[in-house]
């Protein structure tokens, strides 16, 4: 138990911040950049946090609970999240509808904080966020149902042990929903082609938007729960693919590697397409959940 909830918080606090560093230096590389440091988020997170804060005096206490919650709630959600090999530290039937609305309680608090500011162009932000978080939960919720019916049980743990993907009778359903949730990963995380992380255009933000008020440790941890969650929705789709070898050691090895391998995907997928027009972004996610339904379908059979 001890061991488990160790890895979980190392590979949480410890290597989240690199998967962003990951798919920016893959990007660089792709456009024949040298690209930022690998660690420039430590470095950003590590300025942030011995920074004074710039407050508006029309916010109130949602603008400072927004980041908090935005740190904790990630940090709280991804111990029901099996790392690999090494399963959650906790595990009870129904998990995984409490694990959707905490990740679901972070977005909220994080779009109260954005429009506690009285800012139209915020508050457009925080529009755009809700609405796609609407079209991704149904893809969530039956990603989990089809992997419940094949685990037979009700438990992340469970669930997330029907890995690799490309093994076994449910090959299908199982590679569709890792697929569905790897589209999930994108939206939830603010990546190509649904949204750019790295624009500052009035029409095209979304996420980056709602926190352009925030400053000093309130930005750093709203940072730090971004990179947490682009974690925990990467470990989703890894537990389907990354087969367990029975050595805990080379498993929890292979985990971090492969988590480092996704970010690399990620990059790559992004510096492959080009950021979708807004109006076309609900017709894909309408898409994905069609995809999760045809995979719900093949498990039922």
């Not at 400053?215 to 969650?229: E, N």
């Given at each position: 138990?001890?061991?488990?909830?160790?890895?979980?918080?190392?590979?949480?606090?410890?290597?989240?911040p690199?998967?962003?560093?990951?798919?920016?230096?893959?990007?660089?590389?792709?456009?024949?950049?040298?690209?930022?440091?690998?660690?420039?988020?430590?470095?950003?997170l590590?300025?942030?946090?011995?920074?004074?804060?710039?407050?508006?005096?029309?916010?109130?206490?949602?603008?400072?609970?927004?980041?908090?919650?935005?740190?904790?709630?990630?940090?709280?959600?991804?111990?029901?999240v099996?790392?690999?090999?090494?399963?959650?530290?906790?595990?009870?039937?129904?998990?995984?509808?409490?694990?959707?609305?905490?990740m679901?309680?972070a977005?909220?608090?994080?779009?109260l904080?954005?429009?506690?500011?009285?800012?139209?162009?915020?508050?457009?932000?925080?529009?755009?966020?809700?609405?796609?978080?609407?079209?991704?939960?149904?893809?969530?919720?039956?990603?989990?149902?089809?992997?419940?019916?094949?685990?037979?049980?009700?438990?992340?743990?469970?669930?997330?042990?029907?890995?690799?993907?490309?093994?076994?009778?449910?090959?299908?359903?199982?590679?569709?929903?890792?697929?569905?949730?790897?589209?999930?990963?994108?939206?939830?995380?603010?990546?190509?082609?649904?949204?750019?992380?790295?624009?500052?255009?009035?029409?095209?933000?979304?996420?980056?938007?709602?926190?352009?008020?925030?400053?000093g440790?309130?930005?750093?941890?709203?940072?730090?729960?971004?990179?947490?969650?682009?974690?925990?929705?990467?470990?989703?789709?890894?537990?389907?693919?990354?087969?367990?070898?029975?050595?805990?050691?080379?498993?929890?090895?292979?985990?971090?590697?492969?988590?480092?391998?996704?970010?690399?995907?990620?990059?790559?997928?992004?510096?492959?397409?080009?950021?979708?027009?807004l109006?076309?972004?609900?017709?894909?996610?309408?898409?994905?959940?069609?995809?999760s339904?045809?995979?719900?379908?093949?498990?039922?059979?």
């Amino acid at each position: 138990m001890f061991a488990t909830l160790a890895f979980h918080l190392l590979v949480l606090f410890g290597l989240s911040p690199l998967l962003a560093g990951i798919i920016a230096r893959t990007k660089a590389m792709i456009a024949g950049r040298r690209g930022q440091p690998l660690l420039q988020l430590y470095r950003d997170l590590w300025k942030l946090f011995h920074k004074d804060m710039v407050i508006s005096r029309t916010t109130t206490w949602l603008f400072r609970a927004g980041p908090l919650v935005g740190f904790a709630v990630p940090a709280l959600a991804a111990m029901m999240v099996p790392f690999g090999a090494m399963a959650a530290p906790v595990s009870f039937a129904g998990d995984l509808i409490l694990f959707v609305y905490l990740m679901a309680l972070a977005r909220f608090f994080l779009v109260l904080a954005a429009l506690d500011t009285g800012s139209s162009f915020e508050g457009m932000g925080a529009a755009r966020e809700v609405t796609f978080s609407v079209l991704v939960e149904p893809t969530i919720f039956v990603a989990f149902i089809v992997l419940a019916r094949i685990a037979g049980d009700f438990t992340l743990n469970a669930m997330f042990t029907t890995g690799p993907f490309f093994l076994g009778q449910a090959a299908m359903p199982v590679g569709l929903t890792a697929f569905c949730l790897f589209i999930v990963l994108l939206v939830e995380n603010c990546r190509i082609p649904f949204d750019d992380p790295n624009t500052h255009l009035e029409l095209t933000m979304i996420h980056e938007v709602m926190v352009l008020d925030h400053s000093g440790p309130d930005l750093g941890l709203i940072l730090y729960g971004a990179a947490m969650k682009l974690t925990i929705s990467a470990a989703l789709v890894l537990d389907l693919m990354l087969p367990a070898t029975g050595n805990m050691l080379l498993d929890c090895v292979a985990f971090a590697a492969g988590l480092c391998g996704l970010a690399v995907g990620v990059g790559l997928v992004e510096s492959a397409m080009a950021r979708l027009r807004l109006v076309r972004v609900p017709q894909v996610l309408v898409g994905t959940i069609l995809l999760s339904f045809f995979a719900l379908i093949l498990a039922l059979r």
